[in-house]
């Protein structure tokens, strides 16, 4: 069921377009939004990816005025990446747009199942998050320890 979910998610915000950027790309966007002025390796290491790959998808997020980088107070040779309020629109659109196809199909549903639903992602919501900040934390760890 849970992969059957993941699949009609994915085929439900592929109708809300997500040009001009690609799903990598737009996980870019969610990572700078929560941890503005991060730097490349940090963000490379994020992604799981290596630096030139990231920075090539940082050059094409800047292109389209999405990404900004600029100098880090701690480094003149570091960049710190933050999004730009263009980036910040195209988020704000995005979801928009998947919040509405989300709600088309919860409108079909009966209201008993809709809060049953609701009840379900509420605590999915917090044993994620839960999870996601042990992984920070476990992270954050092994930065301080390096």
Do not use: K, Y
Not at 87 to 98: D, I, N, Q, V
């Amino acid at each position: 069921m849970t992969s059957e979910a993941a699949e009609l998610l994915e085929v439900l915000w592929g109708r809300a377009s997500t040009a001009p950027v690609s799903a990598s790309q737009i996980r870019v966007l969610f990572i700078l939004e929560h941890h503005d002025g991060i730097n490349l390796r940090s963000l490379a290491d994020a992604l799981g990816s290596t630096p030139p790959s990231t920075s090539r998808l940082c050059d094409r997020l800047q292109a389209v005025g999405f990404v900004e980088r600029g100098p880090s107070a701690a480094s003149r040779r570091e960049l710190r990446l933050r999004l730009s309020r263009r980036g910040r629109t195209f988020l704000a659109e995005l979801r928009a747009r998947r919040e509405n196809a989300l709600q088309s199909v919860l409108e079909q549903m009966p209201t008993a199942q809709r809060t049953a639903l609701l009840e379900g992602l509420e605590a999915f919501c917090s044993a994620a998050a839960a999870q996601i900040h042990d992984g920070d934390d476990a992270s954050d760890a092994g930065v301080r320890s390096a």
